[in-house]
């Protein structure tokens, strides 16, 4: 089983920023690739970023790209999310997911293509 612990969420300020930890615990002998999705009250979950497990490639929403960067250290088994400018729409409790690929450069964006899940942290902007 795949255990995914998020951490570093947390209230700031608008155009603050904060980065956002995923460690990923069990079944290390697989490669996964990584996504972060968010949910804010009353709406559906909704995709964030992903990377590829080689961390060759990474793919962003439109409502993030430029402000938002996902990044991974293997030998950590953690992925990142660095968020800045924040706004207080960005106001959400954030997901980090896993998948068990062989591709190594590719990158999911869809909810049900993930298999793992973690609790989430919340994340709060103030305007």
């Known amino acids: 089983q795949v255990q995914l612990v998020e951490s570093g969420g947390g209230l700031v300020q608008a155009g603050g920023s904060l980065r956002l930890s995923c460690a990923r615990s069990?079944?290390?002998?697989?490669?996964?690739?990584m996504g972060w999705f968010r949910q804010a009250p009353g709406k559906e979950r909704e995709f964030v970023a992903a990377i590829s497990w080689s961390g060759v490639n990474t793919y962003h929403s439109d409502s993030v790209q430029g402000r938002f960067t996902i990044s991974r250290d293997n030998a950590k088994n953690t992925v990142y999310l660095q968020m800045n400018s924040l706004k207080p729409d960005d106001t959400a409790v954030y997901y980090c997911a896993a998948v068990a690929t062989d591709a190594s450069a590719r990158w999911y964006s869809q909810t049900y293509e993930y298999s793992y899940w973690g609790q989430g942290t919340q994340v709060t902007v103030s305007s």
């Open positions: 069990g079944r290390t002998f697989r490669t996964y690739a």
